[in-house]
């Protein structure tokens, strides 16, 4: 359980759903339970946020592939759009933001998420140039808006599996 939750908490830094005193708080939390967890004792001897993070960075990226399920990876995943979807007012702020979406993406298979995003990079890169007729605004809000409904989907089928 230990590679699962490091490869997790690993996701969650490189996304930004989780901040390293966060971690550290559930290492205490847990240790009070479980004295024997040994992630917790191993963040636990770690007294600041900048080690907690240097130690995450550490683990190698593909630990989070190894130890995670596509099912995981997902969640994760739509976790950070629905956390940051808002957060991205203007086209700068959408490529760090797809970024991460395509960096977790591509270990999954969802053709639907890959085949949007390559349709809004191509229309995006289209209308920047001048070679389309749709303003880049426009594309960029019409992708925000298909990223919501895309993660509004996906929660609800998540919900629905679970019954």
Known sequence: MSDIEKAIFKAKLELETITP?????????????????????????????EQVVSYFKQLSQTEIYTYLTETTIKHLLVDYMLKKLNLVKVQNDLF????????FSKFLSISNLAEMLNFYDLNLYSSLEGYAPSEP???????????????????NQESSNNF
């Open 21 to 49: 005193e966060e971690i550290q708080r559930w290492a205490i939390e847990t240790l009070e339970k479980n004295p024997s967890n040994d992630l917790a004792l191993e963040i636990c001897f770690l007294s600041t946020p």
């Open 96 to 103: 760090p933001f797809l970024q991460k979406i395509l960096i």
């Open 137 to 155: 605004e426009v594309v960029f809000q019409e992708l925000l808006a298909d990223l919501e409904t895309f993660c509004s989907e996906t929660s």
